[in-house]
């Protein structure tokens, strides 16, 4: 199916809609992106796998980046799209073709923008992490991905959301000594133990601090537990599991280094790590782009794919943003910073990059947590 770039952007969100695209299949969307883009005569396109970026090569000082996924969850009996009193309906319709409708509107209209744009389309961003296209892209063609400012186009309210938080899981271990229930008084029971775990958690006071003018809203919770042997001995070992969502003024090191001092006394194993991004919102690019869209920001709680930018790249902000393309549909972003390995850029504040590039966890190695975490 041809793509129409001249259509309205809610008409080009229900043709985006009715090409079905689950994660994993999304082929025959990315095949028509990529050929509407390459009749664009002042894009460069190029393609890796199901994912295409398309780049204005204007020279400009600034870069900017609009990225969104292309791919869906499972249909649910909700394709063909359909209107429904000036509401569309159909699977992705809000996450989020209505955010690449824009991209793809933005990218054959806007020919001289104020700054060069890369238009990203990625796949595999509903699965888990492993197989998303963003992150494949990030190795196998870093510099594609550089700018000064990324907005990802995510279905966010209407609202600019500002970088992410980071997500953490720990292992806490209650220690003691495995005896036969029979004879009780002879060890001591790990799951009974536990229960000093679980008061420190009860008692535990979640920051909310504020980073670059946004307020973020930490937490820290029991998210599993296990233990026991057998119906007659007494355990030795209870495991809790906790999520430490953290602000992005901590590092991931700085995030696992406050779990292993509030559970002082307790074995502490660090499983999952991902960093945040910092919203940044004080980057020319952001102000600017917060000056245009108007509203007031607000922190974003969930990782996202935000994090990615800011942990390869970029130094200064990542935001999230919603902008709907039409009363019909809607649409939303995100957007971070500055690229350090874009030809044109300056070099980005010292001493914030490292803290994203160390997003690295012991869990994947990549700082990416999987899809159920956002
Ligand atoms: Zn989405």
């Not at 460069?44 to 990225?67: C, H, W």
């Not at 590092?251 to 660090?270: D, I, K, L, N, Y």
Request: include cysteine.
């Amino acid at each position: 199916m041809k793509l129409d770039l001249s259509a309205s952007a809610a008409d080009l969100t229900a043709r985006l809609v009715d090409i079905e695209s689950v994660s994993g299949s999304e082929g025959p969307l990315a095949d028509a992106i990529e050929a509407a883009l390459r009749d664009c005569g002042h894009l460069s396109v190029a393609r890796d796998g199901n994912a295409i970026v398309a780049r204005t090569e204007l020279g400009r000082p600034e870069r900017v980046v609009l990225a969104g996924h292309i791919d869906t969850v499972p249909v649910a009996g909700n394709l063909p799209s359909s209107l429904d009193r000036g509401l569309l309906y159909g699977c992705g319709a809000s996450d989020m073709k209505s955010g690449v409708a824009v991209q793809l509107r933005l990218a054959a209209e806007v020919t001289a923008p104020a700054a060069d744009v890369t238009y990203v389309f990625y796949d595999c961003e509903e699965v888990e992490s492993e197989r998303n296209g963003l992150r494949r892209l990030s190795r196998n063609d870093p510099a594609s991905l550089a700018a000064d400012f990324a907005i990802l186009l995510e279905p966010t309210g209407g609202v600019v959301e500002g970088g992410c938080q980071g997500t953490l899981r720990a292992e806490i271990r209650a220690e003691g000594e495995r005896a036969h229930s029979a004879r009780a008084w002879l060890g001591r029971n790990a799951i009974h133990e536990a229960v000093g775990v679980l008061n420190v958690l009860r008692s535990y006071q979640a920051r909310e601090p504020e980073v670059d003018g946004l307020r973020y809203r930490e937490g820290l919770n029991a998210v599993g537990i296990s233990g026991g042997v057998a119906g007659n001995v007494i355990p030795d070992e209870c495991v809790v599991t906790v999520n430490y969502r953290f602000a992005p003024d901590r590092s991931a090191e700085q995030a696992a280094e406050h779990v292993r001092e509030v559970f002082a006394g307790w074995r502490v194993t660090v499983t999952d790590v991902a960093g945040g991004a910092r919203p940044g919102l004080g980057n020319q690019a952001a102000a600017s782009f917060l000056a245009a869209i108007g509203g007031t920001p607000r922190a974003k709680l969930g990782w996202t794919d935000v994090a990615r930018f800011a942990r390869c790249w970029l130094t200064r902000a990542a935001s999230m943003l919603r902008s709907p393309p039409s009363p019909n549909a809607r649409s939303g972003c995100g957007a971070g910073s500055r690229a350090e390995g874009h030809a044109d850029a300056k070099p980005g504040p010292a001493g914030t990059c490292p803290a994203m590039l160390s997003a690295a966890g012991p869990g994947r190695g990549e700082g990416c947590p999987s899809a159920y975490d956002r």
